[in-house]
């Protein structure tokens, strides 16, 4: 029997500015536009799945377009975000949240399955008008090309470990914005947005389904 999911309505909450130039048009166009890509980086526990559910949520509420995602449990989630395990199964149109940490590839090399999947997702963004949005620990999982081709970055605070096995473009932009991330480290929610149309430091609100069971969830899939 399957588990109750969330019945919360989806709410819109704009990210916070922090320090930040044009947060308003990087939202706009994240929400309007089309086959876009994007990755969110950072340490283990630093809010990567709360981000990309809070984007997820903004994007049903401000644009009715239907939400997917892969590498998430359906008990965790409302009705309005809907887990699928291929690409066969998103709509033309829509957004799909991936987080890698969540999938399970049956590949010995969860590298290579990795990069599969982000090519494939690449591919397939131009023709379904799909935005994408794809969750990782550390980009030295993903091929340099596939960095290059992506239109926007949202990076959460790294951890020192982390930063050593970076590729060397991400850990350049880190080690500039590294004072930031400290003078704003009280800031919950905190995150740095790397775009042609904004960069600079916001903060995002949690989901408005969060829990801490479902908080809690989350961390164990890591």
């Known amino acids: 029997?399957?588990?109750?999911?969330?019945?919360?309505?989806?709410?819109?909450?704009?990210?916070?500015?922090?320090?930040?130039?044009?947060?308003?048009?990087?939202?706009?166009?994240?929400?309007?536009?089309?086959?876009?890509?994007?990755?969110?980086?950072?340490?283990?526990?630093?809010?990567k799945s709360a981000l990309g559910m809070r984007i997820l949520e903004n994007v049903v509420a401000n644009t009715g377009r239907h939400a997917y995602c892969?590498?998430?449990?359906?008990?965790?989630?409302?009705?309005?975000?809907?887990?699928?395990?291929?690409?066969?199964?998103?709509?033309?149109?829509?957004?799909?949240?991936?987080?890698?940490?969540?999938?399970?590839?049956?590949s010995r090399s969860a590298m290579s399955s990795?990069?599969?999947?982000?090519?494939?997702?690449?591919?397939?963004?131009?023709?379904?008008?799909?935005?994408?949005?794809?969750?990782?620990?550390?980009?030295?999982?993903?091929?340099v090309n596939a960095i290059r081709q992506s239109d926007y970055l949202l990076l959460k605070a790294p951890s020192l470990l982390q930063l050593d096995f970076e590729r060397k473009a991400i850990k350049d932009i880190y080690e500039k914005v590294k004072d930031g991330f400290r003078r704003h480290q009280a800031e919950k929610g905190l995150v740095y947005i790397y775009s042609d149309a904004c960069t600079g430091f916001a903060a995002n609100r949690l989901p408005s389904f969060w829990s801490e069971s479902v908080s809690k969830s989350f961390k164990n899939r890591k």
Request: charged fraction near 30%; proline fraction near 4%; glycine fraction near 8%.
């Open 70 to 106: 892969m590498g998430f449990q359906r008990e965790d989630l409302p009705g309005w975000i809907e887990p699928v395990e291929s690409l066969e199964e998103v709509r033309n149109n829509s957004f799909l949240l991936v987080d890698e940490g969540g999938i399970k590839f049956s």
């Open 114 to 143: 990795a990069n599969k999947l982000l090519s494939e997702l690449l591919l397939i963004s131009r023709h379904k008008d799909l935005n994408v949005l794809f969750i990782t620990q550390n980009s030295a999982n993903i091929e």
């Open 1 to 47: 029997m399957e588990k109750k999911r969330p019945a919360a309505k989806a709410e819109y909450a704009p990210l916070k500015e922090i320090e930040a130039g044009n947060l308003e048009k990087f939202e706009s166009k994240l929400y309007a536009g089309k086959s876009l890509i994007g990755l969110i980086l950072g340490s283990r526990g630093s809010g």
